[in-house]
């Protein structure tokens, strides 16, 4: 992937409050965000590109386990997916 544009550039603030006070500047790439290890054996995460969605490019797909790494399922006993975007 290829940046077309810059944004603008960014200077450091006069006073650098760690941003409590004011947010820290962050220059986005644009690339696909990095997935978290599973720690769940058998977990998958799944990266979904969005182009055309400017609010939310990118997305995560995901199955929801409880704290003992069984899926959690619905009523009909298939298992939760979630999309985080």
Known sequence: MTVCCVCGTFADPTTPDEGTCHPLKVLIDGSAPTLPTTPCPG????????????????????????ESCLPITDESGQQITLILV
Not at 43 to 66: H, K, M, N, R, W
Request: hydrophobic share 40%.
């Open 43 to 66: 977990e998958v995460y799944t990266t979904i590109s969005q182009p055309g969605d400017a609010d939310g490019p990118f997305a995560v797909s995901a199955g929801l386990f409880d």
